[in-house]
């Protein structure tokens, strides 16, 4: 089962940025699709942004105009560019599997995720 890290959240104010990655401990495209998800505090688990194996892209409302997401298949990796942050982005962030089309299907386990948090 594939092996999930991610990593570059910290603490930013608003209008600020971070670029969060997702390390796999194999090929990430060889899924249908790479998603991006967070956890805010007394909420569920939501998806925020996927991306296919053939490089097609979607987001929630949300976050669209200002999160990309992106992979790089040599590294195993998978990234999100966000801006313009806000506070109501803060959440817990989590990288997993995912339908082509914006769908939640987390198939790995879990990994411990990284905290971002937008705060002035």
């Known amino acids: 089962q594939v092996q999930l890290v991610e990593s570059g959240g910290g603490l930013v104010q608003p209008g600020g940025s971070l670029r969060l990655s997702c390390a796999a401990s194999?090929?990430?495209?060889?899924?249908?699709?790479m998603g991006w998800y967070r956890q805010a505090p007394g909420k569920q688990r939501e998806l925020v942004a996927t991306?296919?194996?053939?490089?097609?892209?979607h987001y929630a409302d949300s976050v669209k105009g200002r999160f990309t997401i992106s992979g790089d298949n040599a590294k195993n990796t998978v990234y999100l560019q966000m801006n313009n942050l806000k506070p109501e982005d803060t959440a817990v962030y989590y990288c997993?599997?995912?339908?082509?089309?914006?769908?939640?299907?987390?198939?790995?386990?879990w990994g411990q995720g990284t905290q971002v948090t937008v705060s002035s």
């Open positions: 997993n599997t995912a339908r082509g089309t914006f769908t939640s299907y987390p198939t790995a386990s």
């Open positions: 194999g090929s990430i495209f060889r899924f249908p699709a």
């Open positions: 991306i296919t194996s053939g490089g097609s892209t």
